[in-house]
């Protein structure tokens, strides 16, 4: 998904940064525990949004990418506004340029997404949509996943190297020391 276009209306980023998670086998993920209301759409099929509400603070989505029946999903950490400037900014209120979409509560203010896309396919001709990138990532770097306490040294956090619209690693202050 790194270097792919996701356009909500007018609207549409590059994404630059995205972090995965396995669903039942994961125990970051929200669908660690199994099928639950919240979870449902982790379960497939491919191609939907997750949206969620984070920290009581902002809405974050994820775009599942597993096979049907099998949670997993990829949140959206941090993208390029590439069309729709202005409406983005007026989302935005005084964010830079820089860091209209970097970070995923950021990523879906920009957007416009919230609770109402959950569930939405980003495939096809809807109100949102995701168009691979016709040129491969020249560089993608790895690393581990941002503010999360567990499993917090998995490596599946992934960016486009060198690029200014990946958000700031932070490690979450509830994490396991490394040793």
């Not at 990418?65 to 983005?88: I, K």
Request: proline share 8%; net charge positive.
């Amino acid at each position: 998904m790194l270097g792919a276009l996701l356009r909500h209306g007018e609207v549409a980023v590059r994404l630059t940064e995205v972090e995965a998670y396995s669903g039942t086998g994961d125990p970051a993920s929200h669908a660690a525990r199994g099928r639950t209301a919240r979870t449902e759409v982790m379960f497939g099929p491919p191609g939907r949004l997750y949206v969620y509400f984070s920290y009581g603070m902002h809405w974050a989505a994820n775009v599942v990418c597993g096979p049907d029946g099998t949670a997993s999903a990829c949140l959206l950490r941090a993208a390029e506004v590439v069309d729709g400037l202005a409406l983005a900014r007026s989302r935005r209120g005084r964010s830079s340029d820089r860091d209209l979409a970097r970070g995923p509560g950021r990523l879906c203010q920009a957007l416009g997404l919230g609770a109402e896309h959950k569930g939405t396919s980003v495939l096809g001709d809807g109100p949102v949509t995701l168009e691979p990138d016709p040129q491969p990532a020249a560089a993608i770097s790895r690393g581990p996943r941002v503010g999360v306490s567990l499993e917090a040294e998995r490596p599946w956090r992934f960016w486009l190297t060198g690029d200014r619209f990946v958000s700031d690693y932070k490690r979450s202050p509830r994490a396991p020391a490394v040793p």
